[in-house]
Structure formats: structure tokens, C-alpha cells
């Protein structure tokens, strides 16, 4: 069939033949898992899912991916992965006819309805988007490709982040920033080229998963925490691949598993999150709601995983351990009176067995201890620890779940809320961290960034020499220990769908604060610098708007900087505050540039400054 109707099938005969002409040495890539199973983002995967490992970071290396083929006569040729046979060529089987895959100029299907865009033709995500979708008038050859789907899966989303990162990086206006002080002082000088001044912007905090990226996210958590105080609940909620909408849809084709299907996987799994968000904010759950955070995990375990942290009003706290109790439970319900019940804990919130009933288990370290400190002790009551760790009731009442020949009994249960799990069905676990000493923890550990794994690569050197067939000692020779990225299946459907993964509520508003005349500008590479200067409000700023919206709104002298986004909105087009009519949105202050009196400044705006219209009331009011 190929050789009648796949014209890249006589290529790849080729490349088969000119492998096997050459001397070529045999190389391979090992993982190896030398940091502990549990060590976080570096340690081994525990599914036989497909993954990608993206050699270095793409926030600083320019990865590209190629295709090289050798024509008869016309030497090595190069194929680009936007070249139309690109995927043809990586994966003939799911693209049996050698059909064209992505490339640059693929117009939007006419629609008078469609609202109007300034871009006019589809992009690369939006193509693999459309791709992967299951419709019942079209061939369903991609998606019935099993682990060959997952490597497409990874290979189209890698190739999606790889073309982004050029347009950062080579096909935008080049951009510099400096000081307003800084270009003034340059054209004293007499430097008028841009390209003398200035520092390049080469990947911004807006890139999803860049290390600036992470890094603002964990301080808007912080800006968050400071506003609304300490989290009242963490809540991890994990997918379930036995969820029966997951199996519904895979049912549609025969001997299909969910396995063969991160897509679905990863859409039900949102559509899930939003519905649990909803119930925990919106239908105040656990009480009303002022504050949600939640980030968005696809660790080596095939399943995506969500963190949530909670911030509930202050008449809805949970105090004392009897109120901790109502919520969050410990204990195997009662099998006869709630049978429901005890079968969701008995399914999804046991650990183990572990310990020395198996000492074998995957959360053993070395066989010694269970890495998540089970079994615990029983407990007659909630208490506090020295720590402010809350210890959960677990009392002696002779209930048990059965797994193999082991008895497992209320040690054994992972924290959770009954009516949630048997909602969801599903692992959710809950832990009530209001007075702990690891809030800081908490934050950094939900903003920690993506998975990844340690890679060596090794050449097997094994030889015979002349009439001896023993073979010499193989050389593990380590070329590079790499700090490589880690996409699943499931990782790459969430990004190529678009989802998010990182959200809270309420808003945060960065507000960049700087001393007189050492706010940041942007300009490009062409423009001159005294017709940057000469720019219409180039002075202008958020943070000089702040002081100029005191002097005109009476309402406004009773906000600091921090406090200013409550009551009013900034708006970016016109650089000014305007009156905030809805929603709820905090501030953050950030530096817009190093310097020896910021941190002065900055702690007086926090504390003290409120309502002054220019730099010199600042310094009247410190006073």
C-alpha cells in the first residue's frame, strides 16, 4: 500500500539503505534515576506513557528539530518541520497517503459570523487543535495510532514551542530598555544609535512555563497571601482514568483504552477542575470563598494533578479541631450505613500497604521508611503539633479496607472530604494549613515548574578483534548530564488546547514602581533615541498617573500604591486610573529597576503614603 500511494516511502528506503552501507556507531540514551524515586521534578516516570525530553531549556537555548534526507544527486537536503511533508515524513503510518501536515499560509474557513481578527490564518497550535479532534465524517487514523499518537502528541507540541520561541527571539522588532535617565544622559553624550544602549528583552514573564513566568506567579501567590492572610485549605485533586465519561467516549472505538487517549483524558479532567472550582467558590463548599489559587502538574505518573490553595472569609474559618473535623475526615466510614462512601475511600484515599506489611512499595525509600510517613498513629482527637500541623483524628474502631491479604485500617487513609470524593470520584486529598510555618513552602512547591529528568548518553564501543569473540568491557563513558524537560501525553493535549495552567482569584495588578526619572522604556532597534525622548507621555507612567489621579479624585488620598487597584482600574491605551465599576483585583508592587533608595520608598508606600501627588510629599511624609 505504501509503495502504491506513499510517495516518501522510496526516501525512506533510501535512508534504510545508507544506514546500512555506513560504519555507524551505536548510540543510545539511558535514563537513570541515581536522585530517589520521590526527588520532585528529576525523578523516574512510573507509566509506560510516551514522553518527549527537550535537551536543555527552551528559555534559553535555540532548539530546532530537522529532518535530513540525502538525494541522489543533490547531496543532504534539510526538511523544516514547517515544510508540509514534515509530519508526512516523521509519521508515515498515520499519514498513510503522505498527506501535507502544518504550513505557513493555511487561511480561516470563510465565516461572516466570525468576529474579525487581525490575523487571517491559522496557527500552528490551532492547526494540531483541530487535528486531534474525534468527528465522525473524518478518518480517524491520527487517533487511533496508540502510543505512536502520544508521540505525536509530544512532537507536535515541542514543535509548537519551538517556532514560538523564534518569534521572541529573531522575527519581533528587536527591542531594548533602558532608564528615561539613562537615554537622556545617552544623547548628552552624544549616542543616538539604539543599538548602543539598553539591554535586549529576549524572553518575557508572558512565555507559559519560563522560569519568569514561575516566578511571577509564585509572587502573585505571595501578593495574595499578604492581602488575604494565610491559606485556609490545600487540595490536591488528581484525574481518574476510570472516570465513566472518559470511558463512554473511548467506547466509540472498539479496543480502544483510555490510555490511547490523553486527549480525552486531559479535557474531561478540565471540565472536571472547573466543575470542583465552581463548587468550592461559587457554591462556597467549605464557606465563602475570597481567594483561589491553583496550578496545574503533569508529573511522571500518565495523569494530570491539580494544587489548590483556598482563602475563606474570615466568619467561615475552621479554628478549632471539632470544626476541622467537619470537613475534613481521616477515618473510614462505616460500610453498613454508608456504603457509598466507604467504597469511594476504600478506592481512591488509601495508601499502601506500605511499611513492613511491603516493604516493596513504590513510597518505600530503600525499603526502610514509607516516604509519606505512613502508617500514622491513632488519635483520639484533632490536635496541632508544635509546628501548627494539624494531626487528624484517627480512632481504633476496628474498621478496615481490604487489599490482597492485608488489612489496611484508619493509619492508612489520606485526608479528605467524604461528599467531595464521592462526588468526583476521585483521589482528593485535603489538608487544613492555616497556622502552619510552610506557607512559604506551599507557594514555591505549586509554582515549582515542569517535570524533568537526567539523561546520559552513552556509545557502545563493544569490538571483536581478529579471531577473538570475546567482547571487551563496554565504556559507560558520560558525555553530558542534561537538564532536560519532561512533556507527557497528557501535558502536551492541556497546552495544545489551550488550557491554563495557572489560575486565581482575585486579580493581581503589577504595578512597577521607580524613582524620578528612572521609569523603564522600550523602544526598537531603528528608532533614534532623541525621537524616543521626544515620544508625546513618554514620561508618563502607572506609578506618576497614581500621584496625578490624588490630586483630582478625593476618594483616591486614602489608598497606598498597593491599595489603588480595589477602587480603580489602569488603563494601559490611555495611561491613566479610571473608576473601578466591578470585579476585584489587588495590587503588587514591582521594581521597574535596581537602585539604593527603592527599598526605602517601597516599604513607605506599603505602610504609610497614602494619596500624594508628587515625589517631594512622598519624602514630606517620611518624615
Known amino acids: 500500500m505504501f509503495d502504491n500511494y506513499n510517495q516518501f516511502t522510496k526516501v525512506f528506503r533510501m ?4 544506514v546500512k552501507e555506513s560504519d555507524l556507531r551505536k548510540v543510545h540514551i539511558r535514563l537513570i534515576g541515581n536522585r530517589g524515586r520521590d526527588a520532585r521534578q528529576y525523578n523516574m516516570r512510573t507509566t509506560s506513557e510516551v514522553a518527549a525530553l527537550i535537551v536543555s531549556d527552551l528559555s534559553e537555548t535555540n532548539v530546532e528539530r530537522d529532518v535530513i534526507v540525502e538525494h541522489r544527486s543533490d547531496g543532504l537536503q534539510r526538511i523544516s518541520d514547517l515544510n508540509p511533508s514534515f509530519m508526512a515524513m516523521q509519521y508515515p503510518i498515520l499519514f498513510p497517503y503522505g498527506e501535507d501536515g502544518y504550513h505557513l499560509g493555511i487561511p480561516y474557513k470563510c465565516n461572516k459570523g466570525r468576529r474579525q481578527m487581525k490575523r487571517h490564518c491559522v496557527t500552528m497550535r490551532e492547526y494540531y487543535a483541530y487535528r486531534i479532534q474525534q468527528r465522525e465524517s473524518e478518518s480517524q487514523t491520527i487517533i487511533r495510532g496508540g502510543s505512536l499518537f502520544q508521540q505525536f502528541l509530544v512532537d507536535a507540541f515541542t514543535a509548537i514551542e519551538e517556532e514560538r520561541l ?28 539604539p543599538s548602543s544602549v539598553g539591554r535586549r528583552i529576549i524572553l518575557p514573564s508572558s512565555f507559559t512555563g519560563s522560569p519568569r513566568y514561575m516566578v511571577q506567579n509564585y509572587q502573585d501567590a505571595m501578593a495574595i497571601c499578604r492581602w488575604a492572610e494565610n491559606p485556609d485549605l490545600f487540595i490536591t485533586f488528581t484525574a481518574n482514568p476510570k472516570w465513566h465519561e472518559i470511558q463512554k467516549f473511548v467506547d466509540q472505538i472498539p479496543l480502544q483504552k483510555p490510555t490511547d487517549r490523553p486527549d480525552i483524558e486531559s479535557r474531561v479532567f478540565k471540565i472536571k477542575l472547573d466543575q470542583l472550582m465552581r463548587d468550592l467558590i461559587k457554591l462556597q463548599h467549605f464557606g465563602r470563598v475570597i481567594a483561589a489559587v491553583y496550578t496545574i502538574e503533569f508529573q511522571k505518573r500518565g495523569l494530570p494533578h491539580t494544587h489548590i490553595l483556598l482563602w475563606l472569609h ?39 500497604p506500605c511499611g513492613a506489611a511491603n516493604n516493596k512499595a513504590p513510597c518505600m ?36 479496607v481490604q487489599k490482597g491479604e492485608i488489612k489496611l485500617d484508619n493509619r492508612y487513609v489520606a485526608p479528605h472530604n467524604v461528599d467531595l470524593i464521592v462526588k468526583y470520584q476521585s483521589h482528593i486529598n485535603i489538608e487544613w494549613c492555616n497556622r502552619s510555618r510552610a506557607i512559604k513552602y506551599l507557594f514555591k512547591y505549586i509554582n515549582k515548574g515542569p517535570d524533568r529528568t537526567t539523561m546520559i548518553v552513552e556509545e557502545d564501543i563493544s569490538r571483536n578483534r581478529g579471531n577473538d569473540n570475546r567482547e571487551i568491557q ?18 502536551a493535549c492541556w497546552r495544545i488546547f489551550q488550557f491554563d495552567i495557572q489560575h486565581r482569584t482575585p486579580a493581581i495588578e503589577r504595578m512597577a514602581f521607580h524613582l524620578p526619572d528612572e521609569q523603564c522604556i522600550t523602544f526598537r532597534d531603528s528608532e533614534p533615541i ?22 483630582v479624585e478625593e476618594g483616591a488620598q486614602n489608598l497606598t500604591f498597593a491599595e489603588f487597584p480595589t477602587k480603580f482600574v489602569y488603563n494601559k491605551k490611555d495611561k491613566m486610573w479610571q473608576q473601578r465599576k466591578k470585579g476585584k483585583c489587588i495590587g503588587r508592587i514591582v521594581y521597574a529597576h535596581p537602585s539604593s533608595g527603592e527599598r526605602f520608598y517601597l516599604r513607605m508606600l506599603l505602610n504609610i503614603v497614602k494619596g500624594p501627588r508628587s515625589y517631594e510629599e512622598i519624602e514630606q511624609s517620611t518624615v
Open 166 to 193: 523564534p518569534w521572541i527571539r529573531n522575527i519581533q522588532p528587536q527591542l531594548r530598555a533602558d532608564l528615561y535617565k539613562g537615554l537622556r544622559d545617552a544623547v548628552v553624550r552624544g549616542d543616538t544609535t
Open 530 to 551: 532623541n525621537q524616543v525622548l521626544n515620544k508625546e507621555d513618554v514620561e508618563t507612567t502607572m506609578f506618576t498617573q497614581w500621584m496625578h489621579t490624588n490630586s
Open 15 to 18: 535512508a534504510r539503505d545508507r
Open 314 to 352: 474570615q466568619s467561615d474559618k475552621y479554628p478549632t479541631s471539632s470544626k476541622i473535623d467537619k470537613i475534613i475526615s481521616a477515618e473510614i466510614p462505616d460500610e453498613t450505613s454508608d456504603y457509598t462512601a466507604y467504597a469511594a475511600v476504600a478506592e481512591y484515599m488509601m495508601h499502601g
Open 474 to 491: 563496554r565504556i559507560d563513558e558520560i558525555k553530558s548530564y542534561l537538564d532536560c524537560r519532561y512533556v507527557s501525553a497528557c501535558e
Open 365 to 400: 525509600n530503600g525499603g526502610n521508611y514509607c516516604s509519606k510517613k505512613f502508617p500514622k498513629f491513632f488519635y483520639t482527637e484533632t490536635t496541632l503539633s508544635e509546628g501548627r500541623f494539624p494531626i487528624y483524628r484517627r480512632r481504633d474502631n476496628d474498621r478496615f
